[in-house]
């Protein structure tokens, strides 16, 4: 009798997680998907997301700064989509010096005045916003890509 009732609560435990989803796993995953384009939009290129936010380069805003022997320049806006709404725009003025050590090397800023430096092959996490936006704004500032 003890046997059969320890039986029925550990398969009525068993149940119960599994429909609950509680105990079983130790971490969730929701997936998130993000479209190419913001609402169909061409002008508008999806950059990164992550954790229902996405970051879209808007395509028309991008505007050559400088490019000749010394460097390029150019600057592009950047809105950010929560819950499928725009939440937020950001220009963003990025700068590479053509003659640098390391070709990799480029400069981003948020408000034209202060810079930091960023590899322009590092595409980790929130890297992911400003390097993406490089490589897209790049081509689209300077008619060819970035390489």
Known sequence: MKKSLLKMAVCFVVVLTLV???GITTNSSVTYA?????NGDTNYVLLYGHQGVSYYLDLSSVVAKQQDSVAHAFAQNVVTVADGNITDTKTYWYYQARNSDDDFEAFVSNDGKNWRRFKVNDFTGAMAVVVTGFRYGFAE???????
């Open 20 to 22: 609950s989803g509680i």
């Open 34 to 38: 993000y479209d190419r384009y913001l």
């Open 141 to 147: 500032a300077f008619g060819y890509g970035w390489s």
